[in-house]
């Protein structure tokens, strides 16, 4: 099966994701929905779900070079694909079964999107800031507040929302919000600088009501943490497949580029250069496969709920978007220097993936804040520990 996904993966890139690279790199009106059905015709859509749930199954592992591969082809369409990762995982170990059967697997079968709620404009890599609120009334949560950039949030069937209790501030909620349930208001698309492939919207929430039930359990935040551990890996995996295609189009670009009697090939400073470039990818793309796999080892377990909810945060899933997003872009940053000229120009798409790869060191957490959550967490001695 994981064959079967990966080499899907790459033709898709090849043949529906490489032609449209300019494309890819505009603001586009409108989501493209027939690639997004073409994917899931070919079975590929939400590659994690296993076979029961309509899925082909494949584990957090096996998904980085599937990513990589999407990626490869272009980044905006391979983070679009895989944020309903995170929304399904988070429903299937902190939702009840009923959640699961109403919200996942009408997804799963109609090869749909869901999103996730959490950053605000004052509380982006501080989550614990959030001041959107959920008040129970009845036997209803009622929803208000605005939340600044949700991916997907507009086609998804359904939004995961972290909310501020509004009777006890200290505790925090996620909730499952339908997108058609009144009161869920597009505000806008974001105008990003890369990635511009995917969509990102400004989403705000006003007296939102849902049923109980649709609360997931469990501290909102250490959900949150929970779900988003995933993510931080599979965004370090659409590195991968950036800087790949970088090294590429650095050697198809030295193929050609006389030097002297030879081409740049032949050079040796190109030589140490690409070298580089290939440990790096080759160590990015190890780094991701071993936070997947722990993280694959805690989903195995039966309390895999209860054991992410303690940890919360995984370091190696931080570590790993942070080392892939710095390492990336020094790759991007390498490779704009050997075209000379070119690489300042829009001839190439080099100044497409160096904006697209530049993402990683932003979402999820800018760097300042996880190397501080790293060092308040892991580098101080226990006892002092936040
Ligand atoms: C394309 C895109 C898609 C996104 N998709 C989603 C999504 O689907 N769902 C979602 O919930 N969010 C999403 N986000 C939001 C994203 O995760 C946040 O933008 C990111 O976490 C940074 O938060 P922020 O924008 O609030 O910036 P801040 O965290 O406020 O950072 C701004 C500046 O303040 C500094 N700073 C902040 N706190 C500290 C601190 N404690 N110590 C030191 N420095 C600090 C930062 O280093 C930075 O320099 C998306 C963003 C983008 C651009």
């Not at 009144?182 to 505000?187: A, E, M």
Request: charged residues 20%; proline residues 4%.
């Amino acid at each position: 099966m994981t064959h079967r996904v990966l080499t899907g993966a790459r033709k898709f890139a090849e043949h529906e994701l490489l032609p449209r690279t300019d494309e890819f790199d505009t603001l586009a009106d409108e989501p493209p929905f027939a690639l997004y059905r073409r994917f899931h015709q070919a079975g590929l859509a939400h590659w994690w779900l296993p076979e029961h749930h309509g899925g082909p199954g494949l584990g957090l592992e096996q998904s980085v070079d599937v990513v990589s591969e999407l990626a490869y082809g272009d980044a905006g369409t391979a983070f679009t694909l895989l944020v309903p990762y995170t929304g399904s995982l988070m429903v299937q170990l902190f939702g009840t079964d009923e959640l699961h059967r109403r919200y996942v697997l009408p997804m799963a079968a109609s090869g749909g999107f869901c999103a996730l709620a959490g950053s605000e404009h004052e509380a982006g890599s501080e989550l614990g800031r959030t001041a959107t609120t959920a008040a129970l009334d009845g036997d209803h949560i009622v929803l208000n507040g605005v939340k600044a950039f949700s991916t997907c949030a507009d086609f998804a069937d359904y939004l995961l929302v972290l909310a501020r209790d509004a009777t006890e501030p200290g505790v925090f909620h996620t909730v499952l919000l339908p997108r058609r349930t009144p009161g869920v208001r597009i505000v806008k698309r974001w105008p990003v600088i890369g990635l511009r492939s995917s969509w990102t919207y400004e989403v705000a929430l006003t007296e939102c009501r849902v049923p109980a039930d649709h609360l997931l359990r469990g501290n909102g935040l250490r959900i949150l943490e929970s779900g988003i551990n995933a993510l931080r890996i599979l965004i370090g995996a659409t590195t991968v497949g950036v800087a790949r295609r970088i090294r590429d189009l650095c050697m198809d670009y030295a193929a050609d580029k006389r030097l002297g009697d030879g081409t740049l090939l032949d050079n040796a400073v190109f030589a140490a250069r690409l070298g580089q470039m290939e440990i790096q990818i080759d160590v990015m793309r190890n780094q991701c496969l071993s936070a997947a796999r722990t993280l694959d080892t805690v989903l195995a377990r039966p309390d895999a709920a209860a054991e992410l909810l303690r940890q919360g945060t995984l370091r190696s899933a931080v570590a790993t978007k942070m080392f892939c997003g710095q390492t990336g872009w020094d790759i991007a940053s390498t490779a704009s220097e050997m075209f000379g000229g070119l690489g300042y120009t829009e001839e190439l798409p080099l100044g497409k993936l160096m904006r697209d790869i530049r993402y990683a060191s932003i979402l999820d957490g800018g760097d300042d804040v996880l190397r501080q959550l790293v060092y308040n967490r892991y580098v101080l001695p226990a006892f002092r520990r936040i």
